[in-house]
């Protein structure tokens, strides 16, 4: 029988209260803590978390405390990406974000799917999680928040408070609730 680890990592229902996944979280809160605590200028110190912390962070990739994770090393960022203020990422399936990529204050990318139509799995703590990729050189506006199992394209701008919804392509401007494309770059 497959942990509920194995399960949420395969894309398939699992529980969030196991205890494994607990103990994890736990982990990442603590580590995240340090991180959120670290005095300004404290960038060494800040990056040293970030490597226990995440999957990968590419060359010169930095985050702006404070930072909000659920596990952490589903987490891959590219080299030269900046994630500002207040951003969430909640990593209940690989996040993975690209080179040169611009993550503006309180984003949200969002991986975890809870039922709809079955009240008493979801009452019983059953979720899901679908992967996020964000390609090279995207710019995600203030308060943008990308759903599960999204990609957005290389060179996209996505304008500020869009909540994305479904994959955006490569370079184009798109915004809005749900975001949808409205120019070419």
Known sequence: MASNKDLMLSGRLYRDNDPELLAERRHCQQLLDRFNATRSGDDAERRRIL????????????????????????????????????????????????NDVSIAPRTQLLTALHPMEDHDLRRRRYETAAPIT?????????????????TIGSDTVVGAGSVVTRDLPDKVFAAGNPCRVIRSL
């Open 51 to 98: 490597e226990d912390l995440l999957g990968g962070i590419g060359e010169d990739s930095w985050i702006m405390p404070r930072f909000q994770c659920d596990y952490g090393y589903l987490i891959r960022l590219g080299h030269n990406t900046f994630l500002n203020y207040d951003t969430i990422l909640m990593d209940c399936a690989p996040i993975t974000i690209g």
């Open 134 to 150: 964000i390609g090279d050189n995207v710019w995600l506006g203030a308060g943008v928040i990308v759903c599960p199992g999204v």
